[in-house]
């Protein structure tokens, strides 16, 4: 996924067998998408959802039912559907005492998620849920204002509109230099995970850069007469 201003996040969907051994790798799959989109503090929420929503579908639908996951965006909600063939058995939301083995699972996601529902199609039936991602918009970031700082510094850099240098700088410390270095660094680092970058990656390649830029300006100074 390109590192970009703002997030694209296309909805996925993944077939899959009802089955208790299924659910460890459906967590594996939803943590991966949710942090390319870079909504990592709804990912136990989400994992949560997934489990008892398929977990539903193995107890009250049956072991071995062909379904599907379906993950998007609806506005600035996280939609989570899980998809099955039979249109009969509807998940209700009951009462439960401490003591309750069953009924559990539609409390759990009533508590979890802004709301949820089911939806009866031709030949299929679909549980859904929405969680709240605290986005402002569906293509947004989340972050706070570190990540809209180096937006708006990463927008600006881009298309030249960077401030011209003042005729007479402030004078820091080195000390102090460093300490800001590190604070812009650290912004990037959140910009990036954000976004759903591989942090590690883009460091990588940065070093690289700056590697080869200081061999080739040392190169050149050694030719210079």
Same mark, same amino acid.
């Given at each position: 996924? $390109?590192?970009?201003?703002?997030?694209?996040?296309?909805?996925?969907? =993944?077939?899959?067998t009802?089955?208790? !051994?299924?659910?460890?790798?459906?967590?594996r799959i939803? +943590?991966?998408?949710?942090?390319?989109?870079?909504?990592?503090?709804?990912?136990? $929420?989400?994992?949560?959802?997934? $489990?008892?929503?398929v977990?539903?579908?193995? !107890?009250?639908?049956?072991?071995?039912?062909?379904?599907?996951l379906?993950?998007?965006? %609806? $506005?600035?909600?996280?939609? =989570? @559907?899980?998809?099955?063939?039979? +249109?009969?058995?509807?998940?209700? *939301?009951?009462?439960?005492t401490?003591?309750?083995?069953?009924? +559990?699972?539609?409390?759990? =996601?009533? !508590? *979890?998620?802004e709301r949820?529902?089911?939806?009866?199609?031709?030949?299929? %039936?679909?549980?859904?849920?929405?969680?709240?991602?605290?986005?402002?918009?569906?293509?947004?970031?989340?972050?706070?204002?570190?990540?809209?700082?180096?937006?708006?510094m990463?927008?600006?850099?881009r298309?030249g509109?960077?401030?011209?240098?003042?005729?007479?700088?402030?004078? *820091?410390?080195?000390?102090?230099?460093e300490?800001?270095a =590190?604070?812009?660094?650290?912004?990037?680092?959140h910009?990036?995970?954000?976004?759903?970058?591989?942090?590690? @990656?883009?460091?990588?390649?940065?070093?690289?850069?700056? @590697?080869? @830029?200081?061999?080739?300006?040392?190169?050149?100074?050694?030719? !210079?007469?």
């Amino acid at each position: 996924m $390109d590192c970009t201003l703002g997030l694209t996040r296309k909805p996925w969907s =993944i077939p899959f067998t009802a089955d208790p !051994a299924e659910v460890a790798g459906l967590r594996r799959i939803v +943590r991966f998408h949710l942090g390319l989109w870079g909504l990592h503090e709804v990912v136990a $929420d989400a994992q949560l959802c997934v $489990d008892e929503l398929v977990s539903n579908v193995v !107890a009250h639908v049956g072991v071995g039912t062909p379904a599907t996951l379906a993950v998007s965006m %609806k $506005d600035t909600r996280l939609r =989570i @559907e899980v998809h099955d063939p039979d +249109r009969r058995a509807l998940p209700t *939301l009951v009462g439960v005492t401490t003591d309750s083995e069953t009924g +559990r699972g539609m409390v759990l =996601i009533d !508590a *979890l998620t802004e709301r949820w529902g089911v939806q009866l199609r031709a030949e299929t %039936k679909v549980t859904w849920c929405e969680l709240a991602t605290g986005l402002t918009s569906a293509d947004g970031h989340s972050g706070g204002g570190r990540v809209s700082r180096v937006e708006a510094m990463l927008s600006a850099y881009r298309y030249g509109q960077l401030p011209p240098p003042v005729a007479r700088p402030s004078r *820091l410390s080195v000390a102090t230099a460093e300490e800001t270095a =590190i604070g812009l660094i650290a912004d990037l680092l959140h910009w990036m995970r954000a976004h759903g970058c591989d942090a590690d @990656e883009v460091l990588d390649r940065a070093q690289t850069h700056f @590697e080869a @830029e200081t061999a080739e300006t040392e190169a050149l100074a050694a030719l !210079a007469p």
